[in-house]
């Protein structure tokens, strides 16, 4: 055992005294390169959108506030876009209309442009209740939006979106009618 513990420190001792090279990049970086050039373009970011809602068009009153959280991920020419949405207002009537999960899929017009428009469509597990109604179940919905600086680390959208809530899992107060939303949004 003594013999092992020997030639252990010599061999330590043997290595130390090596010099070694210090290591040298063989790519030097531009400082002024993107950090989206070096990793490539981006997949899919994460986001944050503000909305505003009316489902009542006829009779419109104040809009309802709302906020959603999502991830949207893309590849070619379209995305697909998973989120959690909720609206609520107590402003002169009481509304609430929410969405978890949201699954949509979106087409870029334009994919490869820094601003593109795109048209889309999916299906959400969500609920409304005001007045009138009082829904839970399945909400198809169509979008159409504008992304500003779509291949960029950060980038804005704006959408316009119609949901109609469609297969009721339980019987409500009477059918809603669609709800129009108008959103913008930041990704990262």
């Given amino acids: ?5 020997l030639a252990l420190l010599v061999s330590t001792i043997a290595f130390a005294n090596e010099t070694i090279d210090p290591i040298t990049p063989n790519v030097l970086i531009d400082p002024q390169t993107r950090l989206q050039d070096i990793q490539g373009e981006k997949n899919g970011y994460f ?12 009779h419109a009153a104040a809009p309802v506030p709302g906020i959603g959280l999502g ?8 995305a697909a876009d998973i989120s959690i949405n909720g ?17 949509s899929y979106l087409h870029y017009f334009t994919p490869e442009a820094e601003k593109t428009a795109y048209l889309g469509g999916g299906l959400a597990w969500g609920g409304l209740a005001n007045e009138k109604c009082d829904f839970v179940g399945i909400i ?7 992304e ?8 804005s959208f704006s959408e316009l979106t119609i949901s109609q809530p469609a297969v009721p899992v339980m019987d409500g107060k009477s059918f809603p009618g669609p709800q129009v939303e108008l959103s913008a949004g930041i990704g990262f």
């Fill in 87 to 103: 609206q609520g207002s107590d402003y002169h009537k009481s509304q609430v209309f929410w969405t978890a999960p949201k699954v």
């Fill in 148 to 155: 500003f600086a779509h291949n960029q680390e950060f980038l």
């Fill in 47 to 58: 986001y944050v959108r503000f909305s505003t809602a009316e489902g009542d068009l006829a």
């Fill in 71 to 78: 991830y949207r991920r893309i590849a070619g020419n379209g």
């Fill in 1 to 5: 055992m003594k013999k092992t513990i």
């Fill in 140 to 146: 198809p919905s169509v979008t159409a939006g504008y």
